[in-house]
């Protein structure tokens, strides 16, 4: 199994304030897979896709990508494990301000022995004509497929999406979703994206559902759509 | 109702106590140094003010060759309008340490003394002496102290209100409260003192005094005319009479011998005498300088407190946006945000005035004891000392906070609200060449963005820079020029004889000397001594092109930028006479103002006889009379000035080391925490993609690294130049010159310092960024 979440356990707060967000959670994920974890807000998905990303750790249980935990790993060791394994896609797309399109691309590429060509991506994302800009000068569609060119250009295993139309309107959100998808097709990319909207599960290989910290379904999507497809 | 905005002020103090508490504690330092100073500076001063009338301090005093009798006295008394007290003193050398006392009786009408400790000398063999000189040599009350050929025993600790300066001849560069002190005693044992050089001094006190200094100046050279027409009026008429006296008891009038006449040797009204006014000046230019160097740290923090609410408002745009949405108005904002700065800056006004008028008032009035022999004080109110650390460093807080503040709080509550605080959205990136490393250019773009923060921490180390200069440089800058006075002394005795005395001596050579002072245009008059010397002097070989060539001394050159080729007139004293003379080279002499001459030429020039001369110059001490040798000059009388600023600045010297360490540690920590406070996002991002913790600070502390060593590789040359200066502004005013040369050790230290100081600040910077969480990417951004 190419990615294996066993058993995660995580809450926060003691005492009577103590809350807990994830509740036993095991998943596997197949290589190639796109993944939907779905579910409303609290329900601790994105706990989980922060602690599959070495962002954030697990009170119990385990995250193992080709069979290396991440939790026997050191804080170096979970830097490389990111540095060569995972891409994000944040909602508020977390460029750097103070970098232009094509450095904020860069800043990924640069983490990887074998990047994609920059510019190449930035074609392929329709920001070529806009790389000197700073990220401030685009729309949020835009910033967003910047922060997709970024999380790509390094050709990550896994690609992680926070939310990733969260802040787009609708005919964004469906550009951004094509992008994901496409990259998903061309590259390989593991991808794992978080949403609380239920439209786009119908583009997933496999669709988790979450609630109060544990899976209330997990199962492969018999009928996917393509991002085009979609509607909500 | 109250604005509910106040309650966040505690939470805003709390949330950032750290580095509010580095920049109270800054501000407490700066106040409270400000304040201290000023209050003491004030006070001293007013001490200094009262204590012309409470001691009955001269208008001016002057020595005659001998006694004059009361007839000549009573003379000079009415053409002055004014009172003579006699003044006599004596001067020994002390025993057991190296230093002339010079010693009066102790005074009644005039020049009063203030007791510092002990008692006034009552009986035969007691004395009081300067308590300054007392503290430099370690002289206690009820020590013996041998001084010339007699023991005193030491009664008390007194200031001599015309010696608050420690100055021995006015010609001095800088008084010298080391080897040189002042003394009382009682008549009889002063009538016992065995010295033969009883100084026939008298103070004297105008009957209208005049309104001002300039009044007083012309009123003292009318004065000094007067009294040169009336003694040479008087030796014209004795001569005439003792000629006549011979030519009636039919004696060659050529044969008559006539005796030495009473001649003026000292002339020095008050308003010129450094041992007088020294004190007063120099209380004044410190406060000044206090002041503007406490302007320059008070606006030094109001722009670090400006940039680090800047951030705050960044940090928390979106709630101000919301705000804004709300209905607050963008003065409500300016004004919520201008609170704390204001609050931290008032309350570290209070702590640092209360620590300025109890514990470093005392410490900076010991720092003056140390220098000069002022009267005992009283602690005074200062209210320009309250407006200069209290209300003006509250003025200047506000305002530049208020500029930052209001152009930061311009943009709509919309662009807040979205995080968007760049003032236009059209603002391009710096196009910068993508064939430089990403890496590079990361860290450039870094730069660019800071560069505000970047600038107050270029002029904060050129400023640190500079105090460090001054700690670091101070001893070893004095030093230098000692030793480099030292090299280049004539001879390492030289004889100032009172009548001649001829020597065997092998060792002996002849001089001339005569002391004139300049006449440059707005320029103080300074003593010029003039020496005529053997063509081929074996003790200061001076190449003369010819006969009739005169050297001047680099020192002289340097201060009145004279020139090979220049021509410049020195006048006498105490006399109408004026020489000019043509720059035919300049020699080494950095002890002061010199011309040499050869001996013919100094006789042609002065018209003195074939075989005159005035001393001797010899590298070993010489056989002659007491009697006959007026003063003799060895390497301590030339260093003296170094030797006192060391004694008196060199205690500071660590603490401006220390003050300009913590300065740099201080600011250079809080502006890189800014940056790496404003980049959190940034940083927590990098680290999500997979950025190492080398790389990370790598990128935001090269940066900063980088702008630290070039800062401190440009400021240190720069504040050495602009030290120079400094030094040569501030000395401008005093005798001689003073050759400002600092070894390049000195500024290798200086950056092996500021680099340590940055490693620190360094360390304590890769811990924040460690620190940084990763969620920060996530969560606020939610």
């Known amino acids: 199994m190419f990615l294996e979440i066993h058993n995660i356990r995580k809450s926060y707060g003691e005492g009577e304030s103590k809350v807990e967000v994830l509740r036993g959670i095991d998943l596997e994920i197949e290589k190639g897979e796109i993944c939907v974890l779905l579910g409303p807000s609290g329900s601790g998905k994105s706990t989980l896709l922060n602690i599959i990303g070495g962002i954030d750790s697990a009170d119990d249980g385990y995250i193992a990508i080709n069979g290396e935990k991440t939790a026997d790993m050191s804080d170096r060791a979970l830097t490389r494990y990111r540095r060569r394994h995972l891409g994000y896609i944040f909602q508020m797309y977390n460029l750097i301000p103070n970098l232009n399109i094509k450095e904020n691309v860069e800043v990924g590429a640069y983490l990887s022995e074998h990047p994609l060509q920059t510019d190449d991506i930035l074609k392929t994302l329709g920001l070529y004509e806009h790389r000197h800009k700073l990220p401030n000068q685009l729309s949020g569609g835009q910033q967003q497929r910047t922060a997709i060119g970024r999380a790509i250009v390094k050709n990550p295993d896994i690609l992680l999406c926070d939310e990733p139309t969260g802040a787009l309107d609708y005919n964004t959100s469906k550009e951004i979703l094509r992008l994901i998808e496409e990259v998903n097709a061309k590259y390989g990319s593991t991808v794992i994206m978080v949403t609380h909207n239920s439209a786009l599960a119908d583009m997933a290989d496999r669709v988790i559902k979450l609630r109060d910290g544990q899976i209330r379904k997990n199962y492969r999507n018999e009928t996917k759509k393509s991002a085009a497809e979609l509607d909500w | ?782």
């Open chain 2, 1 to 782: 109702m109250r604005n509910p905005l106040g309650k966040r002020l505690p939470r805003e103090l709390t949330k950032e106590f750290g580095k509010y508490i580095a920049i109270f504690l800054f501000l407490i330092g700066m106040i409270s140094l400000g304040s201290g100073f000023l209050v003491c500076s004030h006070s001293m001063a007013a001490a200094y003010d009262e204590s012309f009338e409470k001691y009955h301090i001269e208008d001016g005093n002057l020595e005659f060759s001998e006694e004059p009798d009361a007839d000549t006295l009573a003379d000079i008394e009415k053409t002055g309008k004014l009172t003579l007290y006699p003044n006599f003193y004596k001067e020994e050398d002390t025993e057991g340490f190296e230093s002339t006392l010079r010693i009066f009786q102790k005074r009644k009408d005039i020049d009063l003394e203030c007791l510092m400790e002990g008692e006034f000398p009552a009986g035969k063999g007691e004395i009081a002496v300067d308590r300054m000189y007392a503290d430099n040599n370690d002289l206690h009350v009820g020590d013996s102290l041998t001084a010339g050929k007699d023991t005193f025993r030491i009664t008390g600790l007194v200031a001599l209100s015309d010696y608050s300066a420690l100055f021995s001849s006015q010609s001095d560069m800088m008084f010298d409260a080391v080897q040189f002190g002042v003394a009382i005693v009682t008549p009889e044992t002063f009538d016992a003192v065995r010295d033969t050089h009883l100084h026939y001094s008298y103070s004297w006190i105008y009957d209208n005094p005049p309104a001002n200094s300039k009044a007083a100046k012309t009123r003292s050279e009318d004065l000094l005319d007067d009294l040169a027409d009336y003694l040479t009026e008087k030796a014209e008429s004795k001569a005439e009479e003792l000629i006549t006296e011979a030519v009636m008891r039919g004696e060659d009038p050529a044969s008559v011998k006539l005796p030495e006449f009473l001649t003026i040797k000292n002339y020095i009204p008050a308003y010129a005498n450094q041992a007088i006014h020294f004190t007063g000046d120099d209380i004044s230019g410190d406060n000044a300088m206090m002041t503007v160097f406490l302007y320059i740290m008070i606006a030094v923090i109001a722009f670090v407190f400006a940039i680090t609410t800047s951030n705050t408002i960044t940090k928390e745009a979106q709630v101000i946006g919301t705000l804004r949405a709300s209905g607050y108005t963008r003065g409500e904002l300016v004004r919520h945000y201008l609170t704390v700065p204001l609050i931290v800056t008032l309350i570290a006004a209070v702590v640092g005035n209360i620590l300025g008028y109890t514990v470093l008032k005392d410490a900076f009035a010991d720092l003056y004891y140390r220098s000069y022999s002022l009267p005992t004080y009283e602690t005074l109110w200062d209210p320009e000392a309250f407006i200069k650390t209290t209300i003006i460093p509250a003025i200047l807080m506000t305002l530049i906070n208020w500029v930052v503040l209001s152009s930061k709080l311009r943009i709509s509550p919309l662009n807040f609200m979205r995080g968007d605080l760049t003032p236009s959205r059209k603002k391009k990136a710096f196009p910068l060449n993508t064939k430089i490393p990403i890496l590079h250019r990361f860290r450039m773009r870094i730069f660019f963005q800071n560069i505000p923060s970047y600038l107050v921490v270029v002029f904060g180390i050129f400023f640190g820079c500079f105090i460090l200069l001054f700690g670091c440089a101070f001893t070893p800058m004095f030093n230098q020029y000692q030793q480099s006075i030292v090299e280049n002394m004539i001879a390492e005795y030289q004889y100032v004889l009172k009548s001649p005395e001829d020597t065997d001596d092998a060792e002996a050579e002849k001089y001339l000397m005569t002391s004139l002072q300049t006449t440059f245009e707005k320029r103080k008059a300074e003593d010029v001594s003039i020496f005529g010397m053997e063509k081929d002097s074996r003790h200061k070989p001076l190449d003369f092109a010819s006969d009739d060539a005169v050297y001047i001394s680099d020192g002289f050159s340097k201060k009145f930028k004279l020139h090979v080729g220049d021509t410049f007139t020195l006048a006498e004293k105490y006399d109408d006479g004026s020489y000019t003379f043509t720059i035919a080279g300049i020699r080494d002499y950095p002890a002061g103002n010199a011309v040499f001459m050869t001996l013919a030429h100094y006789r042609d020039v002065f018209d003195t006889d074939a075989d005159a001369y005035t001393g001797y110059f010899s590298h070993h001490e010489l056989d002659l009379d007491e009697e006959n040798v007026a003063m003799t000059i060895v390497k301590d009388d030339l260093t003296k000035t170094s030797r006192q600023l060391i004694v008196s600045m060199g205690g500071m010297a660590n603490i401006v080391k220390g003050f300009a360490v913590i300065m740099f540690v201080l600011l250079i920590y809080l502006l890189s925490k800014i940056i790496i406070e404003r980049n959190a996002q940034a940083i927590s991002m990098t680290k999500i993609l997979g950025y190492t913790k080398g790389e990370i600070g790598g990128l935001y502390i090269l940066t900063t690294t980088l702008v630290v060593v070039l800062s401190f590789l440009i400021c240190i040359p720069l504040c050495n130049m602009a030290m120079g200066s400094f030094i040569h502004v501030a000395l401008a005013s005093y005798p001689g010159w003073f050759e400002y040369h600092i070894t390049p050790d000195i500024l290798v230290k200086m950056f092996l310092l500021g680099m340590a100081s940055y490693a620190v600040v360094a360390a304590a910077l890769i811990w924040r960024i460690g620190r940084i969480p990763m969620a920060d990417a996530l969560k606020n951004r939610e």
